[in-house]
């Protein structure tokens, strides 16, 4: 009887099932950004302001932070009667590592993400054409980086299969 076989069909069989372990759905899963147009920024300005009260010092301390509050209004029809899993993206932008923790009316879930990443902010069922909410957001930037005034850009983003 020769062994061969069996141990050459054994490696097969596991370099499959490690592929398949690697190889998940999720990895053939695409990137859709949401259409968000309908969201509306209540206060669009974000006014900066340090973090401390007193002035920053020796580089301690220079966290600056500013508030906004968006009422999220996205455009969820071609995933309707489907489950999703939609997120909140913060792009790398200037003038550095940019933080944004928020605070939700309920439908959303609150969360925290820093530039670079995204979070999940809704798990479920989609029933609605539209998925509302109320976001404040708070914003937090190194103040050392900061030399004029600078947009921030995120958006909503789902992984379809």
Do not use: C
Request: no cysteine; aromatic share 10%; charged share 20%.
């Amino acid at each position: 009887m020769n062994p061969r076989p069996t141990a050459a069909l054994a490696s097969r069989f596991f370099l499959a099932l490690a592929l398949a372990i690697i190889w998940t759905p999720s990895a053939l899963a695409r990137t859709t950004i949401i259409d968000d147009a309908g969201s509306q920024a209540l206060a669009p300005e974000v006014t900066l302001r340090f973090k401390s009260v007193a002035p920053p010092r020796h580089g301690r301390d220079n966290k600056m932070v500013g508030t906004m509050t968006l009422r999220a209004h996205l455009n969820v029809t071609p995933w309707l009667r489907k489950n999703a899993r939609i997120y909140l993206s913060l792009p790398a932008q200037p003038p550095g590592p940019l933080t944004a923790r928020w605070s939700t009316q309920g439908r959303f879930a609150a969360g925290e993400v820093s530039s670079g990443n995204r979070v999940l902010v809704y798990s479920g069922p989609i029933t609605t054409p539209f998925l509302e909410d109320v976001m404040t957001f708070e914003f937090s930037v190194d103040g050392s980086l900061v030399r004029r005034p600078f947009p921030v850009t995120f958006h909503f983003e789902m992984d379809e299969d």
